[in-house]
């Protein structure tokens, strides 16, 4: 799997582009915006977007859903817990903070530990609520990645004064679900720089 970052959208969010480098089929993690420069990229390495994964549903991740799945007929992911805030725009703030009512339905909802296969690559998907109730975490154990979303930073956590959000709940789960992953493990984040499992066990002031 050959990961590319994309950095989208008014606050900077992460989008991930994860490809099965025998086939070029290609998943769109966190679609933030900019729908235009995620094709455009595909187009000029000749990869097949095959499907979306959300790892939670606030308007800086998910403004660019509607307009891939769209042109391209892709399977949306979500874990099973994020699909009211998804398709309520009070909730995922699209409206507040961008200025535009923007809903996703999911066409695939996992539950926590859930595994799975998409575009010739194995993912496990971890439900981490806290920053928002169905917040998750995907985890791809042959590479030792994992796609954090806003659950995990380098030396922080996301933030939980948004609706549904928990500290309590957020620190239980990255202790729980992601420290107990092997040291070794990269994990790539909402917004912000890369991290380890080592790095944040031993630096992360949260923990």
Same mark, same amino acid.
């Not at 420069?37 to 977007?49: C, F, P, Q, S, Y």
């Not at 799975?116 to 928002?132: D, K, Q, Y």
């Given at each position: ?9 008014? /606050? ?158 957020? /620190? ?12 070794? /493990? ?22």
């Amino acid at each position: 799997m050959k990961i590319e970052t994309l950095v989208l959208g008014d /606050v900077r969010t992460n989008c991930y582009l994860l490809i099965n480098e025998k086939t070029l089929e290609t998943i769109v993690v966190d679609p933030a915006d900019r729908a235009d420069v995620i094709v455009r990229k595909a187009v000029d390495e000749g990869l097949t977007l095959k499907a979306i994964f959300l790892t939670h549903g606030h308007g800086d991740h998910i403004l660019a859903v509607s307009d891939l799945k769209r042109d391209f007929s892709l399977q949306v992911y979500a874990a099973e817990a994020e699909q009211e805030l998804l398709l309520d725009p009070a909730q995922n703030l699209s409206k507040l903070l961008f200025g535009v009512s923007v809903t996703v339905k999911p066409d695939v909802l996992l539950k926590d530990g859930q595994e799975f296969t998409e575009a010739g690559m194995g993912f496990r998907m971890l439900l981490t609520p806290g920053h928002t109730p169905g917040g998750c975490c995907y985890y791809q154990p042959e590479e030792k990645a994992l796609f954090s979303g806003d659950t995990l930073f380098c030396g922080s956590i996301g933030r939980t004064d948004f609706p549904g959000g928990s500290l309590s709940e957020l /620190v239980r789960s990255v202790k729980e679900k992601l420290l107990v992953l092997p040291e070794d /493990v990269k994990v790539y984040p909402g917004h912000e720089e890369m991290t380890t499992i080592s790095h944040e066990k031993r630096y992360n002031p949260y923990m």
